[in-house]
T-cell receptor
Framework: DQQVKQNSPSLSVQEGRISILNCDYTNSMFDYFLWYKKYPAEGPTFLISISSIKDKNEDGRFTVFLNKSAKHLSLHIVPSQPGDSAVYFCAASSRDSNYQLIWGAGTKLIIKP | EAQVTQNPRYLITVTGKKLTVTCSQNMNHEYMSWYRQDPGLGLRQIYYSMNVEVTDKGDVPEGYKVSRKEKRNFPLILESPSPNQTSLYFC?????????????FGPGTRLTVL
């Protein structure tokens, strides 16, 4: 029973266009959400996060949107660049579970030149 | 350079032969954790440690042991590895357990158990 789901295993986007990665969750107790980025042969690196009290957080080209009623969050990358090609993981945590991270399966983003 | 290191990076072994994967961080972090990554499942937590001598089970602890005798090191021990423990393993650390959501990861250890 996956509490965090990324339903698209892969996504291909033209360079310069917007990339939208989606994530759904089932546990309404989650109060903090994160996106990590992973290149081959490396560990995941933190990208951006959002608290459940917000619905949007922006950091340069990266914006995360949270829709609590739909239990859905998305990561927007604008404009997409070749270096953005990586696997993106969505993760969620709650204070009640000692901030243990629950991870989605990941989406492989491919930016086409 | 602030980092989490793991050794070995790659390991092929046989069923039942005890092995240890080392993890070390140089950031004076209190919280450390081990994950395994399997296709289609994302990362799943094996064990975590909130501080020296304090460890607890994650979601998939069966077949694994850990110890935290020093703040910087958090080795993962497989006493009797089995083929279903073939996976990609990541060690991670964060400043404190309350910051466990934002973690720094090692480069990974790819383990194959024959």
């Amino acid at each position: 029973d996956q509490q965090v789901k990324q339903n698209s295993p892969s996504l291909s986007v033209q360079e310069g266009r917007i990339s939208i990665l989606n994530c759904d969750y089932t546990n309404s107790m989650f109060d903090y959400f994160l996106w990590y980025k992973k290149y081959p042969a490396e560990g995941p690196t933190f990208l951006i996060s959002i608290s459940s009290i917000k619905d949007k957080n922006e950091d340069g080209r990266f914006t995360v949107f949270l829709n609590k009623s739909a239990k859905h969050l998305s990561l927007h990358i604008v404009p997409s660049q070749p270096g953005d090609s990586a696997v993106y993981f969505c993760a969620a945590s709650s204070r009640d579970s000692n901030y243990q991270l629950i991870w989605g399966a990941g989406t492989k983003l491919i930016i086409k030149p | 350079e602030a980092q989490v290191t793991q050794n070995p990076r790659y390991l092929i072994t046989v069923t039942g032969k005890k092995l240890t994967v080392t993890c070390s961080q140089n950031m004076n972090h209190e919280y450390m954790s081990w994950y395994r990554q399997d296709p289609g499942l994302g990362l799943r937590q094996i064990y975590y440690s909130m501080n020296v001598e304090v460890t607890d089970k994650g979601d998939v602890p069966e077949g694994y042991k850990v110890s935290r005798k020093e703040k910087r090191n958090f080795p993962l021990i497989l006493e009797s590895p089995s083929p279903n423990q073939t996976s990609l393993y990541f060690c991670a650390s964060s400043i404190a357990w309350s910051s466990a959501d934002t973690q720094y990861f090692g480069p990974g250890t790819r383990l194959t158990v024959l």
